[in-house]
């Protein structure tokens, strides 16, 4: 059978790839998103002083989930600056989840018709647009290499992506473990999880293919081996290093594939409890893996390449969990076990749920 795998972001990755940033900005002018605290941490400072001219305005009051409300009040500033071609994504996943909402230019020149493409699936055209760099300043959300911005309908209830092909995709990628360095413990753990999460969801996917499979086993992997050290040393450069090349290689793995049940099944646990994007989408692997376990054959054969034997799998991964400090179950959560269930079966029939191996598209 034929694989077909496609990615079209430029990355650069490795200690000091930050260095490569006003390369790849060349003589245009940009608008940099970031979160509130890459002022302190010296990150605005620092490109100021690479950037020069070129960095038109600086915007870093990003906050953690992006939601329509506060979309809709950032939009009209940055596109103030109609003449600063590229945004410069500096930080973890909201902050590139925001900028990539940022980059259709509507005709009104106000967020309300991606709104209403977002909650209505409205037809919408757009007469400009801006290109993305995205730099992350965390191992794990894979936003620097994917086309999807998740964004958040508080009014609403409701999670939506947006993913405009043309549009949302990153020019490029900084993927620097300095610029990681600083992350604290309790981010830098969500964020890995995450990556982990997008590795085997990658697998346990209808939409694999033989090069996702590649590079999610070997994330998975490298993650299973890299986060406990990590969350031990935080301060460890090459540690940091390291997870960094694994979240990206699972951020590259579920480009394709997108994400399966763990991930649909996290969304009312953030939008309902508030739970961390990072620990949601993680808490449930070892549940997803015994569904998992046994639908597919050639799937298992992958699964086992990035989990070892198979047969206990699921409880290594809950030890793994709860080594870590995560709980593993819903009611843990507050969760009893028959909203539990209906939260299976309605993230199942999710789009993203949908993903999964052995369900009805």
């Not at 071609?85 to 020149?109: F, H, R």
């Not at 037809?123 to 400009?128: D, G, S």
């Not at 993650?223 to 406990?228: M, S, Y």
């Not at 590259?252 to 990072?278: D, I, K, Q, V």
Request: charged residues 20%; negative net charge.
């Amino acid at each position: 059978m034929h694989h077909h795998f496609h990615n079209p972001v430029k990355t650069v990755g490795g200690i000091g790839a930050l260095a490569a940033l006003p390369g790849l900005l060349g003589e245009r002018s940009a608008v940099l998103l970031t979160f509130p605290e890459a002022e302190s941490l010296g990150f605005v400072a620092l490109l100021r002083k690479m950037l020069g001219y070129r960095l038109a305005a600086v915007f870093d009051g990003i906050a953690p989930n992006p939601d329509i409300a506060e979309l809709s009040v950032l939009y009209p500033q940055v596109w103030q600056h109609d003449g600063a071609e590229v945004l410069i994504a500096l930080g973890g996943g909201s902050v590139i989840d925001t900028a990539k909402a940022m980059l259709p230019g509507t005709a009104s020149g106000r967020f309300d018709e991606i709104a209403a493409l977002l909650r209505d699936g409205a037809a919408v055209e757009f007469p400009r647009r801006k290109t993305l760099i995205a730099v992350p300043t965390t191992a794990g959300t894979g936003s620097e290499v994917t086309p999807w911005a998740t964004v958040w309908d508080r009014e609403l209830q409701r999670k939506h992506s947006l993913h405009l092909p043309a549009i949302t995709w990153p020019e490029a990628a900084v993927v620097d473990p300095k610029t990681m360095q600083q992350l604290p413990q309790a981010v830098t753990l969500q964020s890995g999880l995450d990556a982990l999460s997008h590795a085997l969801e990658a697998i346990w996917n209808r939409n694999a293919n033989a090069v996702s499979d590649a590079l999610a086993v070997a994330a998975a992997r490298e993650i299973l081996a890299t986060l406990p050290a990590l969350h031990r040393q935080p301060q460890d450069l090459q540690l940091r290093e390291a997870m960094a090349l694994a979240a990206l290689k699972a951020g590259l793995a579920f480009s394709n594939t997108r994400t399966a049940l763990a991930h649909s099944l996290s969304y009312p646990m953030t939008l309902r409890l508030g739970l961390p994007h990072g620990i949601a989408c993680s808490f449930t692997l070892p549940q997803v893996a015994r569904l998992a376990i046994g639908r597919d054959a050639a799937r298992d054969a992958v699964l086992a390449q990035a989990l070892g034997p198979l047969h206990d799998a699921p409880t290594r991964l809950e030890a793994f969990l709860r080594d870590l400090g995560v709980k593993t179950n819903f009611s843990d959560y507050g969760i009893g076990d028959s909203e539990a269930a209906a939260m299976f079966d309605e993230a199942l029939r999710g789009d993203r749920g949908r993903n999964f191996i052995g369900v009805a598209a």
